[in-house]
T-cell receptor, first 115, second 112 residues
Framework: DAEITQSPRHKITETGRQVTLACHQTWNHNNMFWYRQDLGHGLRLIHYSYGVQDTNKGEVSDGYSVSRSNTEDLPLTLESAASSQTSVYFC??????????????FGPGTRLTVL | KQEVTQIPAALSVPEGENLVLNCSFTDSAIYNLQWFRQDPGKGLTSLLLIQSSQREQTSGRLNASLDKSSGRSTLYIAASQPGDSATYLCAVASGGSYIPTFGRGTSLIVHP
């Protein structure tokens, strides 16, 4: 069955370190998204991609970067981790913006703690 | 900018009740609306997606309706069970980027 996987599932790091969260989907979807979920803020979009070599900033992109070198993967990098980036991170994918039934599917999440 | 509101924020009901969760949005020019379920500590699971041309979708005990003109969607859960306890989120795709905007969710507890 097609799925989205995220790794690691839990990560503890220190302020100032570079951290990369992995997202891999086997749906062969063009669109991929990264969100963070925090109490009081709900889900907020960090970055998204409509296909290979395409990346776009979301509403909370400062301090984060992504790159899309293939269809299956969209890694999220925290350049210099800050305590404010402690959160649960979700990756999602959907088929294509022009698809008639553009359902979004989510990964299980990564809980990141920055000390 | 699309804004999505879900009321109530929390709901507690006895098992067996039929219940309605509400989702309202400010921009009626939408592409689709999707309902999700999220269990504590888990990711989001897609429940139903309604395209802009549709009025409702059904899956088992769940029925979602869409009224674009009034900017509202409802998720109807029939004969609620304790296993339905979770947070329910709606997401509305609109605007040139097709990016879904999420509501804050309704936290549902169904007690035996």
């Amino acid at each position: 069955d097609a799925e989205i996987t995220q790794s690691p599932r839990h990560k503890i790091t220190e302020t100032g370190r570079q951290v990369t969260l992995a997202c891999h989907q086997t749906w062969n979807h063009n669109n991929m998204f990264w969100y963070r979920q925090d109490l009081g803020h709900g889900l907020r979009l960090i970055h998204y991609s409509y296909g290979v070599q395409d990346t776009n900033k979301g509403e909370v992109s400062d301090g984060y970067s992504v790159s899309r070198s293939n269809t299956e993967d969209l890694p999220l990098t925290l350049e210099s981790a800050a305590s404010s980036q402690t959160s649960v991170y979700f990756c999602a994918s959907s088929e294509d913006v022009l698809a008639a039934y553009n359902e979004q599917f989510f990964g299980p999440g990564t809980r990141l703690t920055v000390l | 900018k699309q804004e999505v509101t879900q009321i109530p924020a929390a709901l507690s009901v006895p098992e067996g009740e039929n219940l309605v969760l509400n989702c309202s949005f400010t921009d009626s020019a939408i592409y689709n609306l999707q309902w999700f379920r999220q269990d504590p500590g888990k990711g989001l699971t897609s429940l139903l997606l309604i395209q802009s041309s549709q009025r409702e979708q059904t899956s088992g005990r769940l029925n979602a309706s869409l009224d674009k003109s009034s900017g509202r969607s409802t998720l109807y859960i029939a004969a609620s069970q304790p296993g339905d306890s979770a947070t329910y989120l709606c997401a509305v795709a609109s605007g040139g980027s097709y990016i879904p905007t999420f509501g804050r969710g309704t936290s549902l507890i169904v007690h035996p």
